[in-house]
């Protein structure tokens, strides 16, 4: 079975500080990795994924994450935070081969402060 | 506006009555698949489709909840007997995939969601 954690349900930084959301994942088979961003009564966007060719994975709006599959993590960083950046943020798996049904965490909400 | 869209964006209903919600996915693509959110937490996996059929059903799909995807194109999620559990934002998300058994890693693109409301 596949799953992902998620730590920490709210984050909050000031603009332009590091942002860093984490993840951990769970999987008897290699993982595909992805974070995803949802803004306030919106569907959810994709921000990166992981597909087994980098590590370092960049993704859209300056966001990026890093596999490191001895740590089983997938966290998301960006240097600088901005106040657009406010939303929820999901990190999800999947596996690959039969299905590609995502299996998310709880999500973690962004906060940002002038 | 990621091409996906569905019908109605808000729904509020009285329990024990039936609701249906139509997602119209990007037109080529032959994946689609229905999640449920509920407050505070992710979305989770109820059903998916490749083409017209419904390869998966998880176990949160109760029998009052069907999903029809008829002619490939626009998909159907009907609730039967609604209670307030069932109170969540439906999301539907659509996929173009690899034929012949080809590893399919691409973008599903998810529509904005149908809030349902039983009161």
């Known amino acids: 079975a596949q799953s992902v954690t998620q730590l920490g349900s709210h984050v909050s930084v000031s603009e332009g500080a590091l942002v860093l959301l984490r993840c951990n994942y769970s999987?008897?088979?290699?993982?595909?990795l992805f974070w995803y961003v949802q803004y306030p009564n919106q569907g959810l966007q994709l921000l990166l994924k992981?597909?087994?060719?980098?590590?370092l994975v960049k993704g859209i709006n300056g966001f990026e994450a890093e596999f490191k599959k001895s740590e089983t993590s997938f966290h998301l960083t960006k240097p600088s935070a901005h106040m657009s950046d406010a939303a929820e943020y999901f990190c999800?798996?999947?596996?690959?081969?039969?299905?590609?049904?995502?299996?998310f965490g709880t999500g973690t909400r962004l906060q940002v402060f002038p | 506006d990621t091409g996906v869209s569905q019908d109605p964006r808000h729904k509020i209903t009285k329990r024990g009555q039936n609701v249906t919600f139509r997602c119209d996915p990007i037109?080529?693509?032959?994946?689609l698949y229905w999640y449920r959110q509920t407050l505070g937490q992710g979305p989770e996996f109820l059903t998916y489709?490749?083409?017209?059929?419904?390869?998966?059903k998880s176990r949160l799909l109760s029998d009052r909840f069907s999903a029809e995807r008829p002619k490939g194109s626009f998909s159907t999620l009907e609730i039967q007997r609604t209670e307030q559990g069932d109170s969540a934002m439906y999301l539907c998300?659509?996929?173009?995939?690899?034929?012949?058994?080809?590893?399919?890693?691409?973008?599903?693109?998810f529509g904005p969601g149908t809030r349902l409301t039983v009161t």
């Open positions: 992981y597909t087994s060719a980098a590590t």
């Open positions: 999987s008897s088979v290699p993982p595909y």
């Open positions: 489709f490749q083409n017209e059929a419904q390869l998966e």
């Open positions: 999800a798996v999947s596996r690959s081969y039969n299905t590609d049904k995502l299996i």
């Open positions: 998300a659509s996929q173009l995939t690899g034929t012949g058994g080809s590893i399919s890693i691409l973008e599903q693109y």
């Open positions: 037109s080529e693509h032959n994946r």
